[in-house]
């Protein structure tokens, strides 16, 4: 016969495995933690025990729901659990029955994943379908998709794609600011030499310092419209994974009205940073008003986020009409603002691409660069593309008319 | 000690009140932990939530020192751990000079004695006879190496002075630490704390501390003041009015004689509660009278 903190402790650690099957960093030192926590709070109360795990198991915000609907399933017996006896019970073993509440996809998985593995049941295909297809992409695939087009994947391949997007290298280069900070070589600071020397008495030890250099801040306008669709989707990838690493990522997506979406992109995890932006963006596959959103851009946020050499990324294909010329008039004031304003294009893949609209020839003058966007390749070279002088876009009108 | 620890959840709770700090049992939970497994307790939440409050309460409440880190940019050991006291350095060696002192070994060990420590507040935190409250607020601000550095000090309670050797506290510090999510902290650092998310309060607590903290008020402008603000954190705002402007708000109330929310108040007051022109624009663009007619249609307003 156990005693009760046996059968304390062996819940906690199941519940444990459980949340990090849902992918939360639950080590084992937060599972001694936690019992020492249960420990202290007792099990009188259900909210209690509640608030002492999340208060251990938890890093951020985020993992609230996760956590929440893993504790509901795992502590279900609600009878029992109004007596202290529920977390005794061996009965509970965390795997829980089949979900009857829709919840998080990904705690779903974690208390799912151990049974498809155990019996082979035709209901629990799903499962064995996505770990298939975790297991086929190799190495090669891995190339092969690096040049495919966004547009010409398959679903599990454009999957795959979305996550490779995610990790793709900042494509822009640290600046050079005109604040000083101490560095080992530099111009010698007399100041702190002298600091130094009254420290260490007899001896000379020079200090240095050299400019700040730091990354610039980064603007994503995303165009959503519906000729665009794909490539914004993975856009959208590719920006939350900019966002995650660099902290001044900013992203708008714009249709038919701008949203800002920077916010929703800081989630870690990004299936719910896209969800919670999905949620925002009201205008997916419309139509497009590039100058009103741009000339909106310029009104509302370019004060605010063009600051300190921010580099523009204008996503759009460029498919719409320049009324009154007011797209030229908005595309012109953007880039006196900015300090480098690239204009990523997916239809230029095409080797016959004519700037034939009238909203690309209206843009075309007044962005800076002017590059492809179509495979994963384009992107991860958008890096050393920016890094290459600027070709003057004039000569590339000439060159097509 | 003089006052002595909480023993349960519901002693934090009161302990909490007599200091008219109203908190959820959520909050107390993690407190009356991070008090009982010695761990810190790192807040995240919207500003304005009460988080740096709480640190300060609680070195009231259990009547200790408090030992306050504010962080910023470019903060270093030097600012928040310790110095040395260079001056008095200079003027040990002069006296030295002077006195035509010759044992070398014996100079450099007064030099870096701990007497010429100069102690910032993380120092102090681990050298009191008396455990105190140390709050490092708004670590979001600072670097993140200072993320790293903080390690030694919240997970053994002890500072490392490589002149010196290894401070270790006797009294270990009650530590509280602050964060606005202005950068994610590094998970390092979040292991060995207490987590607990600072929402903002439900309607029955906002009008307990509102009461509490903008005394003067008549009961009807409470319950609409809380509810029109409850109200306004559902819109999608750029930022959301904490319970700290709240409070401001009903104290700009009360001191301009507003019996009661209308159109004209609400908008002359508007910037009390929120700090971005846009947010402001849009609930003058029509968003306040909306809010004020439901108010009106729940029988809030008369």
């Known amino acids: 016969m156990r005693g009760p903190t ?22 084992p030192d937060r599972v001694l933690q936690a019992m020492a926590a249960v420990e202290a709070v007792g099990l009188q109360r259900r909210d209690d025990v509640h608030a002492a795990l999340s208060a251990v198991m938890l890093d951020r915000h985020e993992q609230q729901v996760i956590f929440d609907a893993a504790f509901a399933t795992f502590w279900r017996d609600p009878k029992l659990l109004e007596q202290l006896m529920a977390l005794l019970l061996p009965k509970i073993s965390g795997r829980g029955e089949r979900d009857r509440a829709p919840h998080a996809n990904r705690l779903q998985e974690a208390l799912a994943a151990p049974r498809a593995a155990h019996d082979a049941k035709p209901e629990s295909q799903a499962n ?13 695939e891995r190339e092969r998709l690096q040049k495919a087009d966004f547009e010409s994947m398959t679903t599990a391949e454009f999957e795959l794609a979305k996550r490779l997007a995610e990790q793709i290298a900042l494509p822009i280069e640290p600046v050079r600011r005109r604040r000083h900070e101490a560095a080992s070589r530099g111009r010698l600071d007399l100041r702190a030499t002298m600091l130094k020397m009254a420290r260490a ?14 990354l610039p801040p980064l603007v994503v306008l995303l165009d959503i419209s519906g000729s ?6 993975l856009f959208l990838h590719y920006a939350h994974g900019l966002a995650r690493r660099h902290p001044h990522v900013h992203t708008l997506t714009f249709g038919t009205r701008l949203t800002n979406i920077t916010r929703y992109l800081r989630h870690r995890d990004p299936d719910h940073a896209l969800q919670l932006a999905d949620e925002q963006v009201q205008d997916w596959k419309g139509g497009t008003r590039i100058a009103s959103c741009l000339a909106e851009f310029n009104r509302r946020w370019g004060r605010r986020l063009l600051g300190g050499n921010a580099a523009v990324l204008l996503v759009s294909d460029g498919l719409d009409r320049d009324e009154n010329g007011h797209l030229a008039e908005a595309a012109a004031h953007l880039r006196r603002t900015a300090h480098q304003l690239v204009w990523l294009n997916p239809l230029l893949r095409f080797d016959g691409f004519k700037p034939k609209a009238a909203g690309v020839r209206a843009l075309l003058p007044h962005v800076d660069r002017f590059l492809p966007v179509h495979n994963l390749e384009s992107l991860a070279d958008l890096g050393r593309a920016l890094r290459e002088p600027a070709l ?6 000439t060159r097509w008319n | 000690m003089s006052a002595p620890l909480p023993d349960s959840v519901d002693a934090v709770v009161e302990l909490l009140a007599g200091e008219s700090y109203v908190c959820d049992r959520r909050l107390a939970t993690a407190l009356y932990l991070s008090l009982k497994l010695q761990r810190p307790l790192f807040l995240e939440g919207e500003p304005g939530v009460g988080k740096t409050e709480l640190g300060k309460v609680l070195a009231q409440a259990l009547d200790t020192l408090l030992l306050r880190v504010q962080c910023y940019e470019g903060l270093d050991v030097s600012q928040t751990a310790y110095e040395w006291n260079v001056a008095r350095q200079m003027i040990e060696i002069r006296l030295a000079e002077a006195a035509h002192e010759t044992d070398r070994a014996h100079l450099v060990k007064s030099l870096y004695s701990r007497e010429m420590l100069i102690e910032r507040p993380l120092l102090a935190a681990l050298t009191q006879t008396r455990s105190p409250v140390l709050l490092i607020d708004e670590l979001d601000r600072a670097d993140e190496p200072f993320d790293a550095f903080l390690l030694e000090v919240l997970a053994e309670n002890q500072i490392t002075v490589p002149e010196l050797g290894t401070i270790r506290a006797s009294a270990p510090p009650i530590t509280v630490i602050t964060s606005n999510r202005t950068r994610e902290i590094h998970d390092a650092l979040k292991r060995r704390c207490l987590y607990h998310w600072v929402d903002f309060p ?6 307990e501390i509102v009461r509490l903290k903008a005394p003067g008020a008549a009961e009807r402008l409470y319950v609409q003041v809380v509810e029109f603000v409850q109200r306004m954190r559902t819109l999608d705002l750029f930022k959301s009015p904490g319970v700290a402007e709240t409070i401001d708000w009903t ?24 700090k971005y022109q846009d947010d402001i624009v849009r609930m003058q663009g029509g968003d306040t009278l909306k809010l004020l007619d439901e108010l009106r249609a729940r029988a809030l307003l008369e």
């Open chain 1, 6 to 27: 046996d059968m304390i402790a062996e819940n906690i650690v199941h519940f444990a495995r459980v949340l990090r099957g849902a992918g939360l960093t639950v080590g």
């Open chain 1, 128 to 140: 064995k379908d996505q770990l298939d297809f975790d297991a086929a992409f190799t190495f090669s």
């Open chain 1, 201 to 214: 008495p007899h001896t000379l030890t020079p200090a240095f310092t050299r400019p700040r250099v730091e």
């Open chain 1, 228 to 233: 665009m669709d794909r490539y914004s989707r």
């Open chain 1, 392 to 397: 003057d876009p004039h000569s590339q009108m």
């Open chain 2, 202 to 207: 439900s309607v029955e607590r906002e009008l």
């Open chain 2, 251 to 274: 104290n700009a109330l009360v001191a301009l004689n507003a019996m009661r929310l209308d159109p004209a108040t609400v908008h002359d007051t508007l910037g009390v509660l929120l």
